[in-house]
């Protein structure tokens, strides 16, 4: 909690932007500095997810995790997105044109994004670490890996839920490392971070696609609701998991109208990062590519090779932490019962599915986002529009059977689940939803506003 | 062209009221303008209230002091916080502790014995814990039970102890 920790993770989170703008260059490309600064959030999460990535999969390796690591492994990441956009001889950037500009609601809903953004930093800035599972273990694990360098074996074994990912912890190891030490309380300040440059990356997106008071209304919709403005600065995986999985599922959705293949391939590692992070991320990653197949089977001869090939990217980003827990004897990754015991509990069916359903639509959680989000699918359907609404669609719909077949298996778990929000799971799984609803409800309703979900511009970007 | 155009600027197409009306494309804008509009109304109403408790809540850590904010979840497990502070001053970073309970706490709620040795394992990072170790957390356990040489360097008025047994 001093100024040398919030410098830091300045420097960290700069560095981030750096680290992902060289992705972004090779995966992409930009013609314009404006461009550039347009997608800054987009190549802020790519950084983090790069890090997060390469960074877990060295400590999976047993490479020595310091200061030096994490600085050599970001300029690597940086340097290889620069060389592979002179092999793909991407333009040099010019100045370019200014923006265009976005109108006066546009503008205002955007200005209150910034307050609201401004006002979460501030309750950041000195929170106490109150959250049970970040103290726990999501912060344990990440003090075991600053302090002994990698992943120390005692406390990874020990600790609750020893088979989660390592992505977050990792993430939090190389914040305490650029703050000088192991300060739990500015670490909420790195989740603001992340909160921020999921925001920015969503407007750097869709603010070529769709009017700004689509964008901004429903963005400010999503972190306002209730359950957002309390966790999202926990020290621990849940929101950062979402952030994850929604900018993966806009960026395939894009993929599907567009097919600009830096689309797909900046999606591949973000499907990575989820699955690096929390063990539903498995599930949500296998959620986005089931509908991109479904939703692109007109085209399925050039779609699915591409979407078989992006799964199998992100699967081998995933498998060495999996090797890693296996090799270690460390279980309760999946149901006690495999894959298949929910069948021997058929009793827990319907209360396992009222109990995401009642928590996925809790108005005193979500608001109204996700009725919003239906109506919003209903009308890109009713409109014309078919590959936006049916991606949607089954995203939704897989995520919340999921959902459902986890808390139906995992039999440990009393149904219907009626516990508080703050202990409640299915309260955190049904998180990714709302989170994500803010790249994609805009998008539906352009797409229905329009009577189509074709690119506006081919290079919208 | 031109309506896309104004669109994406976040101007208002011109569109003739009645065609809203109009199936499909007509009822579908309509329900685009509705959904908008119920998405902005109740994000407005919901932004005043996260900025409230946005504010109530950076209010609230401002006024707590560098301990409450460093102990923060560890309130409501852990009876005082200066064992675990002495604790952490005591045991040489590289050594090894355990924490031992007993129901002789005094103001002990149901948590602390299931959990101290959890908040114990997180706020004395890096060291570690262990069975066998001989720097020893006393949570209202009996003393007499550690075993011989049992030098206490910190008694506290709620019973919990802090001390070494000889090596």
């Not at chain 1, 692109?296 to 699915?304: V, Y």
């Not at chain 1, 827990?325 to 827990?348: C, I, K, M, Q």
């Not at chain 2, 707590?64 to 045991?91: K, S």
Request: hydrophobic share 55%; with cysteine.
């Amino acid at each position: 909690m001093t100024v040398r920790s919030l410098l830091g993770l300045a420097a960290l989170n700069l560095f981030a932007v750096g680290v992902g703008a060289g992705l972004l260059w090779g995966l992409r490309g930009w013609r314009s500095w404006w461009e550039l600064a347009r997608l800054a959030g987009l190549a802020y999460m790519l950084g983090v997810a790069g890090l997060g990535v390469v960074l877990s999969l060295l400590l999976v390796a047993g490479v020595p995790f310091s200061l030096a690591t994490i600085v050599l492994t970001g300029l690597a990441l940086a340097a290889a997105g620069i060389v592979v956009g002179f092999r793909l001889r991407r333009a040099r950037p010019s100045l370019g044109s200014a923006p265009r500009r976005i109108g006066l609601v546009g503008a205002g809903l955007a200005a209150l994004v910034i307050v609201y953004l401004e006002a979460l930093f501030r309750a950041a800035r000195l929170s106490g670490l109150y959250a049970f599972d970040a103290w726990s273990f999501w912060v344990p694990k990440a003090k075991a890996i600053y302090f002994f360098g990698g992943l120390d074996e005692q406390f990874f074994s020990e600790l609750p839920n020893a088979t989660y990912p390592p992505l977050v912890p990792t993430l939090e190891a190389t914040a305490f490392h650029f703050m000088g030490s192991a300060d739990v309380v500015t670490l909420h300040v790195q989740f603001w971070f992340f909160l921020a440059g999921f925001v920015a990356a969503v407007a750097g997106l869709l603010a070529t696609r769709v009017p700004a008071v689509l964008l901004w209304s429903f963005a400010l919709l999503a972190l306002v609701s209730p359950r957002v403005v309390g966790r999202t600065l926990e020290p621990q995986a849940d929101f950062t998991l979402d952030y994850l999985f929604a900018l993966a599922a806009l960026l395939v959705a894009l993929w599907l109208i567009e097919r600009q293949p830096w689309q797909l391939a900046s999606a591949t590692l973000f499907l990575g990062a989820t699955m690096l992070t929390k063990r539903e991320g498995q599930l949500l990653a296998a959620c986005v590519i089931a509908a991109g197949l479904a939703a692109s089977w007109r085209e399925w001869r050039s779609a699915w090779p591409r979407l078989v090939l992006a799964s199998a990217c992100a699967i081998a980003l995933a498998l060495p932490w999996r090797a890693w827990y296996v090799s270690h004897d460390l279980t309760g990754e999946f149901p006690a019962s495999g894959a298949t015991g929910f069948l021997d509990n058929l009793d827990r069916a319907w209360p396992s599915l009222q109990s995401v359903l009642s928590s996925a639509f809790d108005a005193g959680l979500w608001t109204v986002v996700l009725p919003l989000v239906i109506a919003a699918i209903a009308l890109a359907f009713i409109a014309g529009a078919r590959v936006l609404p049916l991606f949607a669609t089954l995203v939704y719909a897989l995520a919340l059977a999921g959902f459902t077949w986890g808390i139906w298996s995992f039999t440990e778990l009393e149904v219907p689940i009626e516990q508080d929000e703050a202990i409640n799971p299915v309260v955190r799984l049904t998180a990714g939803l709302i989170v994500l609803s803010a790249a994609l409800a805009p998008l539906l309703l352009d797409a229905a506003w329009r009577g189509t979900d074709r690119p506006r511009r081919p290079e919208a970007g | 062209m031109a309506r896309d155009r104004r669109a994406a600027a976040g101007v208002a197409p011109k569109t003739d009221v009645s065609s809203f009306l109009d199936w499909p494309h007509g009822i579908a804008r309509l329900g685009v303008a509705l959904c908008t509009a119920a998405a902005l109304a109740t994000g407005l109403v919901y932004f005043a209230k996260a900025v409230d408790r946005l504010g109530d809540t950076a209010c609230t850590n401002a006024a707590q002091n560098f301990d409450d904010r460093e102990f923060a979840g560890g309130n409501a497990l852990v009876v005082a916080n200066r064992p675990l502070y002495e604790a952490r001053a005591l045991i040489p970073e590289n050594e090894t502790y355990r924490v031992v309970t007993g129901p002789g706490v005094e103001g002990a709620t149901e948590l602390t014995a299931s959990f101290i040795d959890h908040y114990a394992r997180y706020f004395l990072m890096p060291r570690r814990p262990s069975p066998d170790a001989l720097w020893i957390i006393c949570y209202g356990c009996d003393p007499a039970g550690l075993g011989d040489g049992f030098e206490v360097l910190l008694e506290d008025e709620a019973g919990i102890l802090v001390g070494r047994l000889a090596g």
